[in-house]
Protein backbone atom coordinates (compact mmCIF):
# COMPACT_ATOMS: atom_id res chain seq x y z
CA UNK A 1 0.00 0.00 0.00
CA UNK A 2 2.51 2.86 -1.14
CA UNK A 3 -0.08 5.22 -0.95
CA UNK A 4 -0.82 4.97 2.32
CA UNK A 5 3.01 5.69 3.37
CA UNK A 6 2.82 8.55 0.95
CA UNK A 7 -0.36 9.82 2.59
CA UNK A 8 0.87 9.61 6.07
CA UNK A 9 4.35 11.71 5.00
CA UNK A 10 2.28 14.52 3.47
CA UNK A 11 0.31 14.37 6.67
CA UNK A 12 2.77 16.26 8.91
CA UNK A 13 4.11 18.58 6.18
CA UNK A 14 0.19 19.78 5.74
CA UNK A 15 -0.90 20.35 9.16
CA UNK A 16 2.47 22.05 10.12
CA UNK A 17 1.24 25.15 8.30
CA UNK A 18 -2.56 25.09 8.19
CA UNK A 19 -5.14 26.98 10.08
CA UNK A 20 -8.41 24.35 10.57
CA UNK A 21 -11.80 25.40 11.00
CA UNK A 22 -14.03 23.44 13.41
CA UNK A 23 -13.75 19.45 12.00
CA UNK A 24 -16.68 19.25 10.18
CA UNK A 25 -17.93 15.52 9.98
CA UNK A 26 -19.00 15.16 6.04
CA UNK A 27 -20.87 12.11 4.26
CA UNK A 28 -19.20 11.37 1.26
CA UNK A 29 -21.23 9.61 -1.59
CA UNK A 30 -19.34 8.35 -4.89
CA UNK A 31 -20.46 5.71 -7.89
CA UNK A 32 -16.90 4.50 -7.88
CA UNK A 33 -14.38 3.38 -5.39
CA UNK A 34 -12.08 6.92 -5.26
CA UNK A 35 -8.65 5.72 -6.33
CA UNK A 36 -5.29 7.09 -8.22
CA UNK A 37 -7.54 6.79 -11.61
CA UNK A 38 -10.73 8.06 -9.92
CA UNK A 39 -8.31 10.90 -8.99
CA UNK A 40 -10.46 13.89 -7.96
CA UNK A 41 -12.25 12.61 -4.94
CA UNK A 42 -9.60 10.54 -3.77
CA UNK A 43 -7.46 13.52 -3.38
CA UNK A 44 -9.89 15.60 -2.36
CA UNK A 45 -10.97 13.13 0.32
CA UNK A 46 -7.18 12.71 1.44
CA UNK A 47 -6.70 16.87 1.90
CA UNK A 48 -10.20 17.10 3.73
CA UNK A 49 -8.55 14.21 6.41
CA UNK A 50 -5.40 15.72 6.56
CA UNK A 51 -7.27 18.81 7.72
CA UNK A 52 -8.78 17.11 10.74
CA UNK A 53 -12.08 16.53 9.10
CA UNK A 54 -14.40 13.29 9.58
CA UNK A 55 -15.21 11.26 6.65
CA UNK A 56 -17.93 8.74 6.25
CA UNK A 57 -17.78 7.57 2.64
CA UNK A 58 -20.60 5.65 0.72
CA UNK A 59 -19.85 3.90 -2.47
CA UNK A 60 -20.92 1.91 -5.41
CA UNK A 61 -18.30 -0.25 -6.44
CA UNK A 62 -17.26 -3.05 -9.45
CA UNK A 63 -17.46 -6.42 -8.14
CA UNK A 64 -13.07 -6.52 -8.71
CA UNK A 65 -11.21 -7.59 -6.42
CA UNK A 66 -9.20 -4.43 -6.54
CA UNK A 67 -11.97 -2.17 -5.74
CA UNK A 68 -12.32 -3.88 -2.25
CA UNK A 69 -8.78 -3.52 -1.69
CA UNK A 70 -8.73 0.09 -2.69
CA UNK A 71 -11.74 0.54 -0.23
CA UNK A 72 -9.32 -0.82 2.50
CA UNK A 73 -6.61 1.54 1.40
CA UNK A 74 -9.34 4.42 2.21
CA UNK A 75 -10.15 2.84 5.59
CA UNK A 76 -6.05 2.75 6.30
CA UNK A 77 -6.36 6.92 6.47
CA UNK A 78 -8.80 6.70 9.17
CA UNK A 79 -12.34 6.86 7.80
CA UNK A 80 -15.79 5.15 7.46
CA UNK A 81 -16.08 3.00 4.17
CA UNK A 82 -18.85 1.08 2.93
CA UNK A 83 -18.78 -0.23 -0.34
CA UNK A 84 -21.95 -1.18 -2.04
CA UNK A 85 -20.75 -3.90 -5.06
CA UNK A 86 -22.92 -3.19 -8.27
CA UNK A 87 -22.59 -6.21 -10.32
CA UNK A 88 -22.79 -5.51 -14.15
CA UNK A 89 -25.88 -7.70 -14.63
CA UNK A 90 -27.83 -4.65 -11.94
CA UNK A 91 -26.62 -1.71 -14.03
CA UNK A 92 -27.95 -2.96 -17.27
CA UNK A 93 -31.28 -3.79 -15.61
CA UNK A 94 -31.10 -0.86 -14.17
CA UNK A 95 -30.48 0.93 -17.99
CA UNK A 96 -33.16 -1.28 -19.83
CA UNK A 97 -35.82 0.21 -16.82
CA UNK A 98 -34.99 3.99 -17.26
CA UNK A 99 -35.85 3.54 -21.39
CA UNK A 100 -39.03 4.29 -20.89
CA UNK A 101 -38.73 6.97 -18.66
CA UNK A 102 -37.36 10.70 -18.50
CA UNK A 103 -34.19 9.92 -16.81
CA UNK A 104 -30.86 8.86 -17.67
CA UNK A 105 -28.86 5.92 -18.27
CA UNK A 106 -25.92 7.61 -16.43
CA UNK A 107 -28.47 8.74 -13.62
CA UNK A 108 -29.11 4.88 -12.76
CA UNK A 109 -26.58 3.10 -13.81
CA UNK A 110 -24.79 2.70 -10.18
CA UNK A 111 -28.28 2.83 -8.18
CA UNK A 112 -28.41 0.32 -5.98
CA UNK A 113 -31.83 0.40 -3.60
CA UNK A 114 -29.27 -1.09 -0.84
CA UNK A 115 -27.17 1.82 -0.93
CA UNK A 116 -29.91 4.18 -0.51
CA UNK A 117 -31.58 2.67 1.98
CA UNK A 118 -27.99 2.62 3.50
CA UNK A 119 -27.67 6.80 3.00
CA UNK A 120 -31.64 6.85 5.15
CA UNK A 121 -30.03 5.21 7.96
CA UNK A 122 -26.78 7.56 8.38
CA UNK A 123 -29.04 10.37 7.92
CA UNK A 124 -31.23 9.08 10.20
CA UNK A 125 -29.06 8.67 12.91
CA UNK A 126 -28.22 12.37 12.64
CA UNK A 127 -24.66 14.01 12.98
CA UNK A 128 -23.41 15.29 9.86
CA UNK A 129 -23.10 18.61 9.19
CA UNK A 130 -23.01 18.54 5.25
CA UNK A 131 -23.78 15.74 2.54
CA UNK A 132 -21.31 15.77 -0.28
CA UNK A 133 -22.42 13.51 -3.63
CA UNK A 134 -20.01 13.00 -6.84
CA UNK A 135 -20.87 12.34 -10.12
CA UNK A 136 -24.30 12.37 -11.89
CA UNK A 137 -24.30 8.49 -11.52
CA UNK A 138 -24.64 8.96 -8.20
CA UNK A 139 -26.95 12.33 -8.02
CA UNK A 140 -30.50 10.99 -7.99
CA UNK A 141 -29.30 9.65 -4.07
CA UNK A 142 -30.74 13.50 -3.40
CA UNK A 143 -33.80 12.37 -2.99
CA UNK A 144 -33.33 10.49 0.14
CA UNK A 145 -31.89 13.28 1.57
CA UNK A 146 -34.26 15.70 0.85
CA UNK A 147 -36.51 13.85 3.14
CA UNK A 148 -34.71 13.99 6.09
CA UNK A 149 -34.61 18.02 6.04
CA UNK A 150 -32.44 19.68 7.75
CA UNK A 151 -28.89 18.57 6.49
CA UNK A 152 -27.70 20.50 3.44
CA UNK A 153 -26.55 18.68 -0.03
CA UNK A 154 -23.98 19.62 -2.71
CA UNK A 155 -23.23 18.29 -5.62
CA UNK A 156 -19.95 17.59 -7.52
CA UNK A 157 -21.20 17.67 -11.24
CA UNK A 158 -17.36 17.44 -11.64
CA UNK A 159 -18.27 18.01 -15.84
CA UNK A 160 -21.42 19.15 -17.70
CA UNK A 161 -22.80 15.73 -18.70
CA UNK A 162 -24.96 16.90 -21.05
CA UNK A 163 -21.86 19.02 -23.03
CA UNK A 164 -20.18 16.26 -23.06
CA UNK A 165 -22.32 14.14 -24.69
CA UNK A 166 -23.11 16.81 -27.40
CA UNK A 167 -19.81 16.91 -28.18
CA UNK A 168 -19.16 13.05 -28.06
CA UNK A 169 -22.59 12.46 -30.54
CA UNK A 170 -20.76 14.68 -33.35
CA UNK A 171 -17.24 13.35 -33.00
CA UNK A 172 -16.81 9.89 -31.22
CA UNK A 173 -14.59 8.04 -33.07
CA UNK A 174 -17.18 4.80 -32.92
CA UNK A 175 -20.58 4.56 -33.53
CA UNK A 176 -22.18 2.99 -30.25
CA UNK A 177 -20.39 6.39 -28.81
CA UNK A 178 -22.10 8.27 -31.15
CA UNK A 179 -25.33 6.55 -30.59
CA UNK A 180 -25.16 6.39 -26.84
CA UNK A 181 -24.53 9.58 -26.23
CA UNK A 182 -27.26 11.15 -28.84
CA UNK A 183 -29.76 8.66 -26.80
CA UNK A 184 -29.22 10.23 -23.76
CA UNK A 185 -28.81 13.83 -24.50
CA UNK A 186 -32.47 15.47 -24.47
CA UNK A 187 -33.26 13.84 -20.68
CA UNK A 188 -29.55 14.49 -19.68
CA UNK A 189 -29.93 18.34 -20.41
CA UNK A 190 -33.10 18.14 -18.66
CA UNK A 191 -32.32 16.23 -15.54
CA UNK A 192 -28.98 18.11 -14.85
CA UNK A 193 -31.02 21.16 -15.20
CA UNK A 194 -33.65 19.86 -12.49
CA UNK A 195 -30.34 18.92 -10.13
CA UNK A 196 -29.88 22.52 -9.79
CA UNK A 197 -32.99 22.95 -7.93
CA UNK A 198 -32.48 19.76 -5.66
CA UNK A 199 -29.07 20.61 -3.88
CA UNK A 200 -27.93 23.62 -2.00
CA UNK A 201 -24.53 23.99 -4.12
CA UNK A 202 -22.93 22.56 -7.07
CA UNK A 203 -19.40 22.43 -8.05
CA UNK A 204 -17.89 22.09 -11.21
CA UNK A 205 -13.48 21.68 -12.42
CA UNK A 206 -13.93 24.27 -15.06
CA UNK A 207 -15.80 27.64 -15.77
CA UNK A 208 -17.14 26.42 -19.07
CA UNK A 209 -18.74 23.47 -17.57
CA UNK A 210 -20.41 26.13 -15.02
CA UNK A 211 -21.40 28.17 -17.85
CA UNK A 212 -22.68 24.88 -19.56
CA UNK A 213 -24.86 23.82 -16.44
CA UNK A 214 -25.79 27.97 -16.30
CA UNK A 215 -27.62 27.71 -19.89
CA UNK A 216 -29.47 24.63 -18.99
CA UNK A 217 -30.31 26.02 -15.95
CA UNK A 218 -31.87 29.50 -18.45
CA UNK A 219 -33.31 26.77 -20.90
CA UNK A 220 -35.27 24.36 -19.15
CA UNK A 221 -35.51 25.59 -15.39
CA UNK A 222 -39.19 28.01 -15.63
CA UNK A 223 -38.84 31.50 -14.78
CA UNK A 224 -38.21 32.79 -11.17
CA UNK A 225 -36.96 29.28 -10.40
CA UNK A 226 -34.28 29.20 -7.44
CA UNK A 227 -31.42 27.54 -9.10
CA UNK A 228 -28.28 26.41 -7.10
CA UNK A 229 -25.26 28.82 -6.88
CA UNK A 230 -22.27 27.02 -8.87
CA UNK A 231 -18.50 26.89 -8.00
CA UNK A 232 -15.74 26.17 -9.47
CA UNK A 233 -13.22 23.58 -7.86
CA UNK A 234 -10.47 22.70 -10.37
CA UNK A 235 -8.54 19.69 -9.92
CA UNK A 236 -5.19 19.37 -8.60
CA UNK A 237 -2.05 17.21 -8.77
CA UNK A 238 -0.05 15.52 -6.64
CA UNK A 239 3.07 17.47 -6.67
CA UNK A 240 5.22 14.97 -4.32
CA UNK A 241 4.12 11.93 -6.32
CA UNK A 242 4.28 13.63 -9.74
CA UNK A 243 7.62 15.21 -10.03
CA UNK A 244 10.28 15.79 -12.27
CA UNK A 245 12.57 12.44 -11.73
CA UNK A 246 15.22 10.34 -13.35
CA UNK A 247 14.10 7.40 -16.35
CA UNK A 248 13.63 4.66 -15.05
CA UNK A 249 12.35 2.91 -18.14
CA UNK A 250 15.69 1.44 -20.35
CA UNK A 251 15.40 2.89 -24.03
CA UNK A 252 16.71 1.43 -26.77
CA UNK A 253 19.09 3.71 -28.55
CA UNK A 254 16.55 4.20 -31.84
CA UNK A 255 13.81 4.86 -29.47
CA UNK A 256 15.06 8.86 -28.23
CA UNK A 257 12.32 10.44 -29.48
CA UNK A 258 8.88 9.11 -27.64
CA UNK A 259 5.76 10.56 -27.85
CA UNK A 260 3.78 9.60 -24.80
CA UNK A 261 -0.65 9.29 -24.03
CA UNK A 262 -2.05 8.41 -21.01
CA UNK A 263 -5.57 7.92 -19.93
CA UNK A 264 -8.27 5.33 -19.28
CA UNK A 265 -8.44 3.81 -21.99
CA UNK A 266 -12.57 2.50 -22.16
CA UNK A 267 -13.38 5.96 -21.84
CA UNK A 268 -14.70 7.17 -25.57
CA UNK A 269 -13.48 10.70 -25.86
CA UNK A 270 -9.69 9.05 -24.90
CA UNK A 271 -10.30 6.50 -27.76
CA UNK A 272 -11.29 9.20 -29.74
CA UNK A 273 -7.98 10.96 -29.17
CA UNK A 274 -5.85 8.19 -29.67
CA UNK A 275 -7.19 6.90 -33.13
CA UNK A 276 -6.98 10.53 -34.55
CA UNK A 277 -3.52 10.92 -33.19
CA UNK A 278 -2.50 7.54 -34.77
CA UNK A 279 -4.41 8.14 -38.09
CA UNK A 280 -3.82 11.36 -39.27
CA UNK A 281 -1.39 12.50 -37.11
CA UNK A 282 1.43 10.50 -36.36
CA UNK A 283 1.84 9.61 -40.66
CA UNK A 284 2.87 13.84 -40.77
CA UNK A 285 5.18 13.09 -38.14
CA UNK A 286 6.83 10.22 -39.62
CA UNK A 287 7.18 11.76 -42.87
CA UNK A 288 9.55 14.23 -41.45
CA UNK A 289 10.62 11.67 -38.25
CA UNK A 290 10.41 7.87 -39.24
CA UNK A 291 11.76 6.55 -35.65
CA UNK A 292 9.16 8.79 -33.56
CA UNK A 293 7.75 6.15 -30.86
CA UNK A 294 4.07 6.41 -29.64
CA UNK A 295 3.03 4.93 -26.68
CA UNK A 296 -0.57 4.91 -25.18
CA UNK A 297 -0.69 3.84 -21.75
CA UNK A 298 -4.04 3.51 -19.52
CA UNK A 299 -6.07 0.36 -18.59
CA UNK A 300 -8.67 -1.05 -20.91
CA UNK A 301 -7.50 -0.47 -24.01
CA UNK A 302 -10.83 -1.68 -26.50
CA UNK A 303 -9.84 -3.43 -29.74
CA UNK A 304 -9.45 -0.61 -32.35
CA UNK A 305 -6.37 0.70 -30.16
CA UNK A 306 -4.77 -2.77 -29.14
CA UNK A 307 -4.77 -3.35 -33.52
CA UNK A 308 -2.45 0.37 -33.69
CA UNK A 309 0.53 -1.54 -32.26
CA UNK A 310 0.60 -3.81 -35.47
CA UNK A 311 3.12 -0.74 -36.33
CA UNK A 312 5.98 -1.63 -34.26
CA UNK A 313 6.52 2.01 -33.52
CA UNK A 314 3.47 2.01 -31.56
CA UNK A 315 3.30 0.40 -28.23
CA UNK A 316 -0.14 0.05 -26.15
CA UNK A 317 0.72 -1.06 -22.70
CA UNK A 318 -2.92 -1.83 -21.20
CA UNK A 319 -2.84 -1.15 -17.08
CA UNK A 320 0.37 0.06 -15.87
CA UNK A 321 1.50 -0.20 -11.93
CA UNK A 322 3.33 3.34 -12.11
CA UNK A 323 2.40 6.43 -15.00
CA UNK A 324 5.25 8.15 -14.00
CA UNK A 325 8.14 6.23 -15.37
CA UNK A 326 6.40 6.61 -18.63
CA UNK A 327 5.90 10.36 -18.51
CA UNK A 328 9.49 10.69 -17.25
CA UNK A 329 11.16 8.97 -20.29
CA UNK A 330 8.72 10.77 -22.92
CA UNK A 331 9.90 13.52 -24.83
CA UNK A 332 6.60 15.18 -25.06
CA UNK A 333 3.51 14.21 -23.77
CA UNK A 334 0.58 14.65 -26.31
CA UNK A 335 -3.34 15.08 -25.41
CA UNK A 336 -5.10 15.33 -28.65
CA UNK A 337 -8.55 15.62 -27.19
CA UNK A 338 -11.22 16.40 -30.17
CA UNK A 339 -13.73 17.16 -27.49
CA UNK A 340 -13.57 17.30 -23.48
CA UNK A 341 -15.29 18.78 -20.69
CA UNK A 342 -13.63 19.44 -16.96
CA UNK A 343 -10.01 19.64 -17.08
CA UNK A 344 -7.56 16.67 -17.74
CA UNK A 345 -5.62 15.11 -15.31
CA UNK A 346 -3.41 14.18 -17.96
CA UNK A 347 -1.79 17.23 -19.34
CA UNK A 348 -1.35 18.35 -15.22
CA UNK A 349 0.24 15.03 -14.32
CA UNK A 350 2.71 15.63 -17.42
CA UNK A 351 3.65 19.04 -16.44
CA UNK A 352 4.31 18.19 -12.82
CA UNK A 353 6.88 15.65 -14.55
CA UNK A 354 8.13 18.46 -16.26
CA UNK A 355 7.63 16.80 -19.47
CA UNK A 356 6.76 18.90 -21.87
CA UNK A 357 2.99 19.04 -23.34
CA UNK A 358 1.57 19.58 -26.66
CA UNK A 359 -2.35 19.69 -26.55
CA UNK A 360 -5.60 20.65 -28.78
CA UNK A 361 -7.24 23.42 -27.53
CA UNK A 362 -9.70 21.39 -26.33
CA UNK A 363 -7.80 19.27 -24.15
CA UNK A 364 -6.11 22.49 -22.91
CA UNK A 365 -9.30 25.09 -22.74
CA UNK A 366 -9.77 24.73 -19.05
CA UNK A 367 -6.18 25.70 -17.93
CA UNK A 368 -4.86 29.11 -17.13
CA UNK A 369 -1.59 28.87 -18.41
CA UNK A 370 -0.58 31.67 -21.12
CA UNK A 371 -0.40 29.26 -24.12
CA UNK A 372 3.20 28.44 -25.67
CA UNK A 373 4.77 29.25 -22.52
CA UNK A 374 3.41 25.98 -20.45
CA UNK A 375 1.81 24.29 -22.79
CA UNK A 376 2.16 24.26 -26.63
CA UNK A 377 -1.53 24.35 -28.89
CA UNK A 378 -2.52 22.79 -31.45
CA UNK A 379 -5.13 22.17 -33.59
CA UNK A 380 -5.34 20.12 -37.20
CA UNK A 381 -3.47 17.26 -37.86
CA UNK A 382 -0.75 19.36 -39.49
CA UNK A 383 -0.66 21.86 -36.92
CA UNK A 384 -0.49 19.34 -33.76
CA UNK A 385 2.41 17.21 -36.04
CA UNK A 386 4.55 20.14 -36.33
CA UNK A 387 4.04 21.47 -32.87
CA UNK A 388 5.16 18.07 -31.79
CA UNK A 389 8.03 18.17 -34.48
CA UNK A 390 9.10 21.71 -33.30
CA UNK A 391 9.51 20.24 -29.01
CA UNK A 392 11.29 17.19 -30.34
CA UNK A 393 13.56 19.60 -32.47
CA UNK A 394 13.98 22.11 -30.12
CA UNK A 395 15.63 21.51 -26.75
CA UNK A 396 15.48 24.92 -25.75
CA UNK A 397 11.79 25.09 -26.25
CA UNK A 398 11.60 21.77 -24.92
CA UNK A 399 13.07 22.71 -21.28
CA UNK A 400 10.97 26.02 -21.68
CA UNK A 401 7.88 24.14 -21.50
CA UNK A 402 9.34 21.81 -18.90
CA UNK A 403 10.29 24.74 -16.54
CA UNK A 404 6.96 26.33 -17.33
CA UNK A 405 4.52 23.55 -16.90
CA UNK A 406 5.72 22.50 -13.31
CA UNK A 407 5.67 25.67 -11.83
CA UNK A 408 1.80 26.60 -13.56
CA UNK A 409 0.46 23.77 -11.49
CA UNK A 410 2.74 24.52 -8.84
CA UNK A 411 0.93 28.07 -8.67
CA UNK A 412 -2.94 26.89 -9.59
CA UNK A 413 -3.41 23.46 -9.05
CA UNK A 414 -2.80 22.42 -5.31
CA UNK A 415 -5.47 19.62 -4.27
CA UNK A 416 -4.99 21.77 -0.31
CA UNK A 417 -6.48 24.62 -2.20
CA UNK A 418 -9.26 23.22 -3.57
CA UNK A 419 -10.35 20.96 -0.68
CA UNK A 420 -10.42 24.23 1.74
CA UNK A 421 -12.44 25.91 -0.88
CA UNK A 422 -14.97 22.36 -0.57
CA UNK A 423 -14.78 23.35 3.00
CA UNK A 424 -15.61 27.22 2.72
CA UNK A 425 -18.94 26.03 0.38
CA UNK A 426 -19.58 23.46 2.91
CA UNK A 427 -19.33 26.53 5.54
CA UNK A 428 -21.14 29.12 3.78
CA UNK A 429 -23.93 26.24 2.67
CA UNK A 430 -24.64 24.75 6.02
CA UNK A 431 -25.31 28.83 7.29
CA UNK A 432 -27.60 28.90 4.01
CA UNK A 433 -29.42 26.20 5.05
CA UNK A 434 -29.82 26.84 8.67
CA UNK A 435 -31.18 30.72 8.06
CA UNK A 436 -33.65 29.22 5.28
CA UNK A 437 -35.17 26.20 7.95
CA UNK A 438 -35.17 28.79 10.75
CA UNK A 439 -37.72 31.17 8.88
CA UNK A 440 -39.41 28.23 7.27
Known sequence: MHHVSRFAD???????????????????????????????????????????????????????????????????????????PVPLARSLSNCLRALPTREPLQAVYAYLPGMEHRLGELLGNGGFDVVHIEHLRAARLVWAISKTNGIPAVYDSVDCISLLFEQAAQRGAQLRSRLMAALDLARTRRYEAQLLTQYNHVVVTSQRDKDALEKLAHRYLPPQTQAAPITVVTNGVDLEYFRPQEIQIPKPKTQSRTVVFTGKMSYHANIAAVLYFARDVLPHIWKRDPNVRFQIVGKDPPEAVQQLAADERIQVTGTVADLRPYLAQATVAVCPALYAVGIQNKVLEAMAMSTPVVSTSAGCAALTAEEGQAVLTADGAEELAAAILLVLSDPTLAERLSTAGRRYVETHHSWEAGAQRLVDIYGETRTRHTNVTSHA
Request: glycine letters at 2%; charged letters at 15%.
Open 10 to 84: HVSRFTSHTLYLTPMNILYITPYVPSQIRTRPYNLIRALVRMGHKITLLTAANTSAHDLEQADELRAWGMHVEAF
